[in-house]
């Protein structure tokens, strides 16, 4: 893959993938080579399990098996608000959040032309680069206490 920004995506710390945005408000996804050889890899998905060789590709949003990594809902809105983006724009919710995703995946800008097999391309976050809402537990959803004040009467 050598054309548009690319995402490199990384499993349990091993580089498996890179996620390009085309230009044409278009991204496409294709397994690494070097990962497509491990004899005993992770499994990222079993979209690509039956389709090693295959290039997903998307317009506006993401592939789909990326798409349902990010949060859907209020959540999802508020970190587009606070992006500036509309929240049908997947890549930019990708790019915020790619450091905490659910599981072990990871996305975060490629830093080589030819990743390698382990995590050295993978761009590591400091503490001021981390998103500032940060949650990947499946259903739940983050809530206010509030406590009604006594009036006096």
Known sequence: MTDGN???VGLSGL?????????????????LDSYKTLPRRPVLGQTFEDDPDGRWRSRVQVPAWFSN?????????TIARELGVNDERELPLLD??????????????ALDDEPTTDARWLRD?????APQLSF???????KLSGTAAASES
């Open 6 to 8: 690319k995402r490199a």
């Open 15 to 31: 580089s498996v993938g890179l996620l390009a945005d085309l230009g044409d408000e278009s991204s496409a996804f294709s397994l």
């Open 69 to 77: 990594l990010l949060p859907e809902g209020k959540l999802r809105r």
């Open 96 to 109: 915020r959040l790619g450091a905490d995703l659910p599981g072990a995946v990871v996305v975060s800008p």
């Open 125 to 129: 976050y400091t503490n001021e680069e």
């Open 136 to 142: 990947s537990l499946a259903g739940v959803q983050p």
